[in-house]
């Protein structure tokens, strides 16, 4: 199982990995504009990582198909855990 591409005007299949070969598969952040569609696919060749960039009206569909595979990627997430300082401020009233 895993992720093909296809000629669009043919859909002849150009590409395909498993799932197990991807590392990442990213959008494209271009600006503030709502309409970007480009995104970026990392996947294992031989003895190397390679990416190759896309484009599709239909971006967020594929990354959230995609990525509900995730757990079979080569390279598995980590949790990022965040620690910061901070203070908590307490106001008491004596309401006698």
């Known amino acids: 199982m895993g992720i093909s591409t296809y000629n669009p005007t043919s859909f002849e299949v150009t590409n395909q990995w498993f799932y197990s070969d991807?590392?990442?598969?990213l959008?494209?952040?271009k600006g503030s504009s709502q309409q970007n569609s480009e995104f970026r696919i990392t996947f294992k060749k031989e003895r190397k990582n390679d990416s190759m960039?896309?484009?599709?009206e239909h971006r967020a569909?594929?990354?959230?198909?995609?990525?509900?595979f995730r757990q079979l990627f080569a390279e598995k997430t980590t949790?990022?855990?965040v620690s910061f300082t901070g203070y908590v401020?307490?106001?008491?009233?004596?309401?006698s």
Request: aromatic fraction near 6%; proline fraction near 3%; charged fraction near 10%.
């Open 79 to 81: 949790t990022m855990l």
């Open 61 to 68: 569909d594929l990354l959230t198909e995609a990525l509900q």
């Open 27 to 29: 959008p494209i952040l």
């Open 22 to 25: 991807f590392i990442s598969v």
């Open 89 to 95: 401020a307490i106001n008491k009233c004596n309401l």
């Open 53 to 56: 960039t896309f484009s599709s």
